[in-house]
């Protein structure tokens, strides 16, 4: 990665002590003054940030502090000792993206605490103000008074102005793979959510006022507040206690079995508070402040990391074609059939073929908390890996390597170096892992600091064998792909697999709800792109199906961003439609530059990006139940060319039940003076290629 | 190792069904008719055994069974479907031990059971009866009925006949490290003793009567019972708790954090729990029968195990002349130091040198909880162990290596064979392993399941890549050494560093209890041979002292076997007693045979031993804090030849406290037709070398 910096830090605006009695009050305006961050300390000591919006009351005064369990006490009132502001206005390149060039612009403010109910132990507050929200984090610097600590809880406020409404999913130790809900605050009820998600094989809720994040909450009045966190490190998982009486938002963090959320040792930095505020939906989705929060790459030379498009020995199990397990005679992953899924894509130019079922274990794999389950190393009698990985290199295609834990992580970290020798063995530099079912060490829970500090020991590790990671029941991203580019995506939410979902299934909402909640942290592996849409093909009793268009699944390709994207369907469904397929063939996995068009949470998301070092443009449109028109402003477009744009839409008649299949393409000459009506059916999409001419 | 067997399987007695209302009674009797076991069913299923010595009653009808948590249900009422009997006589040869060949001879009776509950689980029990006790486990067969299952209670019983006296240490699931206490069983308050047991750091007891096994009893006209268990794999380990009503013991399973005590898959088997019943409390020592229930070693070539002699930088930490940790300028572990180390080894023919504090880390190692403590292969910078490595080899001496986990068991797993390849490459090839401190993962105590499979993984990986292994803060042992040879000792019991703790130290008596109790496991790493008693020598603030005479350290090394024998003290304290530091540099760590000349529990133990291949005899006796005549009756020796006998022994004015390092050796010529008195002094010991003329 290169880093074009022009780092400024400014002066110190003040740098003083203050007296004990001292109540004190501190504003920071971001560049712009849209965001307007305020820090009361009282005569009590109590301390309380609140946050304006263009001159609205977006966060109202909210207390911060701690409990500690070791030492037990509470860090409540504070004296301040010393502040400091700075400014920073940097630019950035990731190594790969939605956009070439990240800009990071924010005013900072320190503020050194110390205890002030007599413990002396001393604590920073550092808020970072951007033009489109804040970052806050506490910091506990080294020193004498405290080495060692445990936290109890984290009192983190989010006091709010109104019952505004909300786009969440149940608060859960152990799933964030739940269908989002769009209610009012007061309407949040998290075990009623949680009780009909049969589809969930494992819950951990824990009650029925907890949301988790990213949280979307939309105003009265039109303005988007997302709230999350950024660069989860060595902490647990931040989810969100609601009071319903003044509708305020606590942080609840994942504890462990012992009832403690987190053992830490100063210096220690927890992870960025985030609440990102917008009057546009679509510079909601634009924003790069969690990004921005994040810490710049540990992988000096990351050349040899590559955003993929691949397919995958998958589907079959999940619509009863084939097994994972070897035993019954429908088993997926032998050699033939694999070396059949090479040749396709090597016919249709994917990066790479994902290969589940490959191993030993899956007789007997998930639901008993059962510890020794994979070794990770040993294939399937009828699955020859050296002879397929050859065969992969002659065509020019990549396995891809699946670990499942089956959530037995001491397992899998006793066998990580092997397996991941043996992949390299294997000229296999990608994996997918998955933690399905509850975790072994028994009594932790998959979002708690014991899992976090696992999946950052996954990213180095990986890292250090040069691998490319793709994590399943994995906690949900907080930037930190900005930190490990390794980490490609995660699932980390209700993916495509849950089209073949029983009970809820998926809704058309659910790709307009996600930008805007689970996206925000980073990739999500959603698997897009079906062609067939009813999934009783190999098993008639199956009621199961997929609720878009097909326009819609092309589209997908482009509104749910991930550099390891994964055409979800069979090579059979694909053939079918070769000239909707070519969408997916064209489809680049990394890009220059992205804008967001048109957005609105729960109704429709309209993305264009522009392709990694070349002129043409790509846009998807996505619409919920409701059919709706699009108009396109092809602004963006390079006023200099005309450009072919070949739509992939929805036919007149389509629609998510009744006709998904129903798609026609068509192709016109635009520039960027032209505006494009394109009508998406009631659970459509449009997919877009703009070619330079 | 090499076994000679004559394996006989007599014919089964009987096999036959019984109909569900049969009372049944079953009875076995040894060989010699010495013990004779009954099981009962009754009519309405529950099943008993009992058990007779010589026609006395010691262990009256008790009952068998289980709770299982999943499924949830009791297994308490049985009905016999099969029962088989068989007879097996057999000699093998262990790697090494304290004899040369050891015979296996009992009968077997087998039965097969149905729970008559309404589950139709199936349980096997298998009694195996020798002339020197029983052992019987219980074995789940592989069944429809049911596959992952979780032991929530084993419910096994052992009523005893009267309040016998006792050798205990208190219930607890993190430590084994107590004094024993010598009491009626009606008189046990384990609270009470482990409440001023201020020396040890991590204590987790659970119940005021609780004990932990091996546990010696003593019936008043003088039988001894020790009971324990055999084969622990895969299952928690078995303390007991005691019904002071009517004087009985039920198992009592360390439990995980969940409160589940054993996550299980059949088939299975639980480790054997074991009866040993003698008159004699010298038949008891020489008892084989743990050994015997122990499965053949998985080590097919055991010529790289090697017994062995060393001394430690070790007793300079404990002292105060050096720290583990580098900060504070006395670390001890520097290239100076433990050069110093090796010269002193080779000069006296020590195999090793064990290396304690070379690693990073110590500066935070213990008391926090901490995870990520030691790596294992990064040497403090003034620790160079690649020319130490070779300067040892120069002097055909051997590093030992110290992996000290601080009790962070998933972080050691993490590092577990980059640390082995680490030592192989710097041609170490023995490794001490320590467990100080709460276990990570957080929840599990050293006792647990899951800490029992760790230790196994442990000798696993350790004999994988041929590393002899020693280990310190773990489970008792259960006789595994037979199977992973390589598992040469354990701690697990109060050891010798204990002279140096402040509250209740050490005490004359012990080590005429260890024999009869931890030993019954296996090899200890007692770490004897102590010259120096007052341990103020670094620290003249210390009041710590051992409290044993000089001579008796030297008897330690005969009658605490172990084949892993560490000569406590500092180089500088031997060499002020060259003629008394002979004996440690002679007395072999391996034999061919082994004689208890004499032993009563907490008074005094006598053995004598014949080296390894040699004709000579080396003889140890060891008294509590009360002086005492021991006879001789050397009838072991060969009546063909005369032997010198050099006899270490206190002088006549020795006391372990007024006197301890008064000692004289005297030489004389003895035959097998000799009587030796040897006196000894409070809290003191005699050693002798019988060398064949």
């Known amino acids: 990665m290169q880093i074009s910096k ?12 203050y007296s004990i009695k001292a109540q004190d009050s501190t504003i920071v305006q971001s560049k712009s ?20 919006y263009r001159g609205e009351p977006i966060i109202l005064p909210s207390e911060l502090g701690f409990i500690l369990n070791k030492p037990a006490l509470s860090l409540n009132r504070f004296q301040l000792q010393k502040k400091d502001s700075s400014t920073v206005d940097e630019n950035w390149e990731p ?40 970052g806050f984090r506490y910091e506990f610097p080294k020193q004498q008074q405290m080495e060692h600590f445990i936290i109890g809880d984290e009192q983190t406020r989010f006091n709010l102005t109104a019952d505004h409404t909300a786009f969440w999913i149940p608060g859960d130790y152990d799933s964030n793979e739940y269908l989002y809900n769009s209610t009012r605050l007061s309407a949040v009820d998290a075990k009623a959510a949680a009780s009909h998600e049969t589809d969930i094989a494992l819950k951990s809720g824990y009650s029925n006022l907890a949301v988790q994040t990213p949280l979307l909450l939309k105003t009265d009045n039109g303005i988007y507040i997302n709230i999350h966190e950024a660069a989860l490190v060595n902490y647990p998982v931040m989810q969100l206690d609601l009071n319903k009486e003044n509708i305020s938002l606590k942080s609840h963090l994942v504890p462990d079995v012992m009832g403690n959320k987190a053992y830490l040792q100063t210096p220690f930095k927890t992870p960025w508070r985030t609440i990102i505020i917008c009057n546009k939906a679509t510079e909601l989705l634009a924003s790069k402040m969690i990004l921005n929060l994040n810490e710049p790459s540990i992988i000096q030379d990351p050349s040899w990391i590559r955003p993929q498009k691949f397919i995958g020995m998958w589907w079959e199990m999940h619509v009863g074609k084939a097994t994972w397990q070897k035993s019954g005679g429908k088993h997926g992953a032998n050699t033939n059939n694999v070396k059949k899924y090479i040749d396709f894509a090597a016919e249709h130019q994917f990066d790479g073929v994902l290969v589940e079922g490959w191993n030993e274990g899956w007789e007997d794999w998930f639901g008993n908390w059962k510890e020794n389950v994979f070794d990770f190393v040993t294939p399937y009698a009828d699955y020859n890996i050296d002879s397929l990985s050859a065969y992969a290199k002659t065509k020019g295609v990549q396995l891809i390597m699946h670990h499942e834990t089956s959530g037995s992580v ?21 994996v997918k892992t998955g933690y399905v079912g509850r ?3 028994r009594g932790e829970y998959h979002d708690g600091q014991w899992m976090v500090n696992h999946f950052q020991r996954v990213a180095n590790k990986t890292a250090q064998y040069k691998i490319m990671l793709d994590s399943h029941e994995s906690i949900r991203p907080t930037g930190l792909h900005r930190t490990y580019p390794n980490w490609l995506a995660s699932e980390a939410a209700r993916g495509n697999e849950f089209n073949n979902a ?42 199961t199906r997929i609720r878009t268009t097909l326009a819609k699944q092309l ?8 550099p390891f994207q994964m055409a979800g369907d069979l090579p059979e469904n694909y053939i079918k439609h070769p000239d909707a397929f070519q969408f997916i063939k064209d489809v680049p996995v990394d890009w220059d530059d992205t804008r967001i068009l048109a957005a609105e949470p729960g109704d429709f998301v309209v993305i264009a990006r522009k392709a990694k070092g070349k002129p043409d443009w790509y ?24 450009y072919t744009a070949k739509i992939y839409k929805d036919a007149d008649n389509a629609h998510w039940d009744k006709n998904p299949e129903a798609y026609t393409i068509e192709k016109k000459i635009v520039t960027n003076k032209t505006k494009t009506k394109v009508q998406l059916a009631e659970g459509g999409g449009a997919a877009i290629v703009f070619t330079r001419l």
């Open 439 to 441: 975790i072994i060490p």
């Open 95 to 134: 190594v790969w993206g939605e956009v070439k060039s990240i800009r990071n612009s924010y005013k900072e403010l320190f503020y050194s605490l110390v205890d002030k109910n007599g413990s002396g132990i001393r604590l920073n507050l550092i808020f970072r103000v951007f033009d489109e929200g804040i």
């Open 6 to 17: 022009y780092f400024i830090i400014c002066l110190a605006l003040l740098t003083m002590t």
């Open 410 to 430: 001491t397992n899998y970290e006793r066998h990580m170096d092997t397996a991941y020798r043996y992949m390299l063995a294997h000229d296999i530099h990608s």
């Open 619 to 642: 846009a998807g449109a996505v619409t919920d139940e409701n059919a709706r028109t699009v108009i396109l402003d092809l602004s963006f477009l390079d006023p200099n060319f005309k």
């Open 502 to 543: 029983p009970a809820l299934g998926l809704v058309p909402e659910h790709e307009t709800i996600l930008p805007f909640t689970r996206l925000m942290g980073g990739p999500m592996d959603y698997t897009p792109g079906y062609f067939h849409f009813q999934l009783n093909q190999f098993d008639s009793t199956r009621k």
């Open 33 to 52: 003054s849209a965001i307007r961050l305020q820090l009361n300390t009282d005569e009590s000591g109590r301390l309380s940030y609140s946050v304006k």
């Open 555 to 562: 589209a997908l390709f482009v509104t749910i961003y991930s």
